[in-house]
């Protein structure tokens, strides 16, 4: 079995796996890198199948392969326990993750998660994103700016654009729709047992801001941590970066020693 590609920040005790979101791989963790806590933690930033340094592997593009993938990397590196940070759609591999593998995993984190039930999405509701993973830049750019406006400006814009095109096969983001947009987690209602850190950017979709996430995840685990990151939208380790890792790293700070 080949392991995803992965690149280690720092050589602190507590391992920490990053994961990707939907459109983009580990690059987008470029502006956050700097200040991440490199004496506490080791991130391993990582990009699932089909993205970045994983591009080559084939699929199934699902959440069960991801939480393989996931252990899998965490073995070579000899990690009996660690922790994860999931983004967008990869959140849903941390929850599983947190539900499944308490003995593996000493918290998670999940930045701008979806439902943990997933969208609930028909078959003709799964066509229009597949269609827009497999589109040109313009099917693309319409629907980034559908979802997030030009808040950001044309410029960001065009940089994700860009960068979607370079590091995602796009039959890989047409295959993870189904995860995020109809699957979710195999059991939605079942009991997070690790520490659980939320944030939230409140220019995000309203599914995605802090109201919303607290409602449906504290069903999961009453103690989960939302912190709402005002002026943010889908990207906080790209438009907050020294305050994303500030609160990753408080979070992460309370994991018991020798881990």
């Known amino acids: 079995m080949e392991l995803l590609g992965t690149g280690l920040v720092g050589s602190g005790p507590l391992g920490v796996v990053v994961l990707n979101d939907w459109i983009s791989d580990a690059w987008s963790w470029g502006p956050t ?10 991130w391993a930033l990582t990009d699932l199948r089909g993205y970045g340094r994983s591009r080559h592997l084939p699929g199934p593009h699902d959440l069960r392969t991801a939480v393989a993938d996931v252990l899998a990397l965490a073995d070579s590196l000899g990690w009996a326990r660690f922790a994860v940070v999931g983004h967008s759609m990869s959140s849903l591999v941390a929850l599983h993750l947190a539900q499944h593998c308490p003995d593996r995993l000493v918290r998670a984190a999940v930045l701008c998660p979806p439902p943990p039930a997933g969208f609930g ?29 030009e808040r950001l400006g044309a410029s960001w814009l065009e940089l994700k654009l860009r960068r979607w095109r370079e590091a995602a096969d796009p039959e890989a ?22 520490p659980l850190l939320a944030v939230t950017g409140e220019e995000d ?33 790209q438009e907050a970066p020294p305050l994303l890792a500030a609160v990753l790293g408080r979070f992460l700070a309370q994991a018991p020693a020798g881990t």
């Open 33 to 42: 890198r700097p200040y991440l806590d490199t004496g506490r933690c080791t």
């Open 121 to 149: 999405a028909d078959e003709a509701g799964l066509a229009a994103p597949r269609a827009v993973a497999r589109g040109d830049d313009e099917v693309r750019r319409a629907r980034l700016s559908q979802m997030w406006g």
């Open 173 to 194: 983001v047409a295959g993870y729709v189904a995860m995020f947009a109809r699957d979710g987690l195999p059991e939605p209602a079942a009991p997070v047992r690790v």
């Open 205 to 237: 979709v309203p599914v995605m801001r802090a109201a919303a996430v607290r409602e449906l995840l504290a069903p999961l685990r009453p103690d989960v941590e939302v912190v709402p990151l005002a002026q943010v939208g889908h990207y906080p380790m």
